[in-house]
């Protein structure tokens, strides 16, 4: 005989969600829900002694769960939805876990009802449903997507209060997890995934999902097999690009929400994570902030697709609700998968980091793992930094900071889930790791540590359990700095980084006679470095004076891609860039002048060769994509004439037109229904006009660009088609509204 109280609720309808549009947004947009079946729900969270009895039934041992105040906790959610299975074998009764929207009724209405604990300060509760952002439609019997990576949590915020988080447990709250986030039973020494989150019980029908999978921008349009160029190794090549258009970077909430972008975009991009797809593609990961440890940072992607020139707009990647997300890091490795790791630095027993792969350039990514570690981890900061290595020896290197000192650990795995903790850390915080050709590591740097004005570096030949320490002819770097180290295909080290630090200034002794950023390669394993000004940099976007008014990479991260170009992504600039070169500019000894924007920005291939069509199919056999490209004279791959899109049904999801890499005239993306969702119209004047609609197919905002920065009027409209405001931009700030 099971004991749980249950209480009967009645169907209903209420307005779901609740918040404000610039710090939390997640609840919106309010709609109406109805629900339309009498349910009973259990009146308080399940207890502890309760679960353990299932617990031993099903699997025959105790489990590894918290017992707080007699209910139990610490559960991952595929075990509260086998306590439901096993409940409804016991009873003959269907039970499953509350949907979203029966949770909230219910918590809405809970001292009606009699129901305890449904927003207790210390309590979370799993619910049924994948996590997905609302419709602005109203629901009936809603119960989530098909499939997602984090499931609803209800309750309140998952991370501590501490400096600009605080318990928020309104009844509208909103917080997700991965639904096999918990401790491991048989990790004695540290007490990484336990948690507070349990859960009540329905008892009522069965829930129907939507049909439809949680799908982020950045897995759209992902092709599977483009032709490669490669870039010629004689003729020097650079180029700068904005990564991301202003707004969303560096703007305002009323801005980003003025062009129809997504309100969990925030004006604070930084920390990036950067690599290469195996199908040719770009993909960067950055936090995205007004506040840096604020529970509702989330990070964001995008993607520059191989053979175009611009990249595609930033959006919402992985974002556990109610969780800082820190300290992407993206790595490929050789055999193509993608991995992305990151961090959850307020979350009370988060793991050191956790991570998703992808085995198909980021289409579709694995459910979240979390590492499994062998010894007691100490001084966990849970912040990933920018390189991954996978050595000769067989392990993975992890480079992460610390707490409490000015260095960072190399932890290390051979399978990516069972890892070590080595005994010693790297004379420098963020550092950049690469390993040399003898198979010893080399971590280099890192901010806030110096050696007479230059970076330290350290080399290991023990796996990270030692470091032998010394001076590097790098400048020594500070807050809002971080240097990158990676070895390029001709065998040659790259190092890049700033020639001076926050406060403006640089080593007294003899060295680069510069000021800015620079790009520096070595051809004897870090004996010796040779520097070169990096072109294109700005200054830092907060204020131009920093550095000395000198000009800044920010946090920096490096790639090479098979085609042989060099990659420099930067934060703390307005907006964030992408330089890109290849080795013939870095070796190219010449001081030529250096270019200006209006060069170094603008593609200026104007013939290519072997321009054919390419088509790729579902294995429904129906075409996903048809696009056309060639290569230019440098031996880069560029798309060019008409590019079609189409969902498994045949239904036509998104067309442009590309003209040397260059989008041209319209580019619009189409619901599966028909309906237009958003619409870029390029104009002659190096403008650009960004559209979005409601499902109606009316317009919803308009905004305008010029050169991926905002200017002139935008307005947004009613889904009746009335204009609601107007707003009018100056390089990228609101300077009226009307």
Sequence with gaps: MVDLKMVKVTAGEYKRGGGDLKDRPDALPRHKVTLTSDFAISQEPIKYDLF?????????????????????????WYEADEFCRWLTEK?????????????????????????DRMCDLHLREWCFDWYDVYSEEDQIDPAGPDGGMFKVVRGGFLDNPERFNTYHTEVWMRAS?????????????????????????????????????????????????PPMGKIRGDVPYFRKRFLFPIPPDTASSEAIRAFGLNPLLRHHNHSPGFDVAPNGDLIVSFYSSYWEYDAEVGLIAARLRYGADEWELPDIFVNPVAVNDHAPLLFTDSDGTIYHFWGWPELENAFPFQFIYSKDSGATWSEVQFPKFKEKAEQVMRQPINTVVHAQDGFYYLACDVRGESASVLYRSKDLLNWEVPQGKTPGRHSTVVELQDGRLLAVGGKNTAIDGYMPQGISGDRGDTWEVSKTPFPAMSSGQRPCI???????????GDFQNKQGQRPREAGPDEWGSYAAYSE????????????????????????????????????????????????????????????????????????????????????????????????????KCVYSGGFAEDGRFLLHGEERWYYPSGQLMTECTYEYGVRKNRYVH??????????????????????????????????????????????TYSPEGKVTARFLFDNGRIIKNE
């Excluded at 699997?59 to 906790?73: A, L, T």
């Excluded at 499953?96 to 909230?104: F, G, K, Q, S």
């Excluded at 989150?197 to 921008?217: E, L, M, Y």
């Excluded at 990676?486 to 890049?496: A, D």
């Design 486 to 496: 990676i070895r390029l295909q001709s065998g040659r080290l790259f190092m890049c």
């Design 177 to 225: 997890m991965a639904p096999n986030y918990r401790h491991y039973p048989d990790d004695i020494h540290n007490d990484f995934g336990r948690h507070n989150i349990g859960f009540r019980v329905i008892k009522g029908q069965p829930a129907v999902t939507n049909g439809r999978q949680v799908t982020a921008p950045l897995s759209l349009h992902v092709k599977e097999n």
């Design 670 to 715: 189409y619901s599966e229904l028909g309906d237009k969702i958003w619409e870029w119209e390029y104009l002659k004047d190096n403008t650009a006009v960004y559209k979005t609609y409601y499902s109606n197919n009316q317009l919803k905002t308009v905004g305008r660009y010029r050169s991926r920065i905002a200017e002139g009027w935008s307005e």
């Design 524 to 623: 004897d394993e870090g004996k010796t470095w040779k520097f070169k000004k990096l072109w294109g940099t700005q200054h830092k976007k907060q204020d131009a004076n920093q550095l000395g008014g000198s000009h800044t990479i920010g946090y920096a991260v490096c790639r090479q891609s098979p085609d042989g170009l060099i990659h420099i992504i930067t934060s703390n600039n307005r907006p964030s860039l992408h330089l890109c070169f290849n080795e013939a500019w870095l070796l190219d000894d010449a001081e030529p002048t250096i270019p200006d924007d209006q060069e170094l920005m603008y593609e200026r291939a104007a013939k290519l060769r072997d321009v054919e069509t390419y088509t790729e199919k579902y294995e429904n056999g129906q075409v």
């Design 52 to 76: 353990a009895h299932f617990y031993l039934e099903r699997y025959g041992e105790k489990p590894d769960v918290e017992n707080y105040m007699g209910y139990v906790i610490g559960v991952s």
């Design 91 to 115: 009873t003959g009764e269907f039970y499953r876990l509350p949907t979203e929207a029966e949770w909230e009724y219910c918590a809405r209405n809970s001292r009606k009802l009699g129901l």
